[in-house]
């Protein structure tokens, strides 16, 4: 059985930074892709950043390119999502997510549906 544990969430000035961490345990953590994604209250879970099994392939939604960066430590089975220059639209629970699938096609990959196992969630709040 696949388990993430997230950690690293909590509030933030905007402006700020903070760093989210998963960790993975349950089967082979270097060969399947992972993923951060999030949701606000009110609204749809949505695709935040994605890494493939390597890490040496990282994709990003277009709302945190160039403020966060996705890393993984294969040898730690550890996933670091870094934020930077947080905003109050950053504000949301952030899930760290796997696939089952070893390579995700572009078109699905930012798809919450393309991941089938989760963590339990961090909130990240980021004030005005």
């Known amino acids: 059985q696949v388990q993430l544990v997230e950690s690293g969430g909590g509030l933030v000035q905007a402006g700020g930074s903070l760093r989210l961490s998963c960790a993975a345990s349950g089967r082979t953590f270097t060969t399947y892709p992972m993923a951060w994604l999030r949701q606000a209250p009110g609204k749809e879970r949505e695709f935040v950043a994605g890494s493939s099994w390597s890490g040496g392939y990282t994709y990003y939604a277009d709302s945190v390119k160039g403020r966060f960066t996705i890393s993984r430590d294969n040898a730690k089975n550890t996933m670091i999502l870094q934020m930077n220059s947080l905003k109050p639209e950053d504000t949301a629970v952030y899930y760290c997510?796997?696939?089952?699938?070893?390579?995700?096609?572009?078109?699905?990959?930012?798809?919450?549906?393309?991941?089938?196992?989760w963590g339990q969630g961090t909130q990240v709040t980021v004030s005005t």
């Open positions: 997510a796997t696939s089952q699938q070893r390579s995700l096609p572009q078109a699905v990959r930012t798809r919450d549906t393309a991941y089938s196992y």
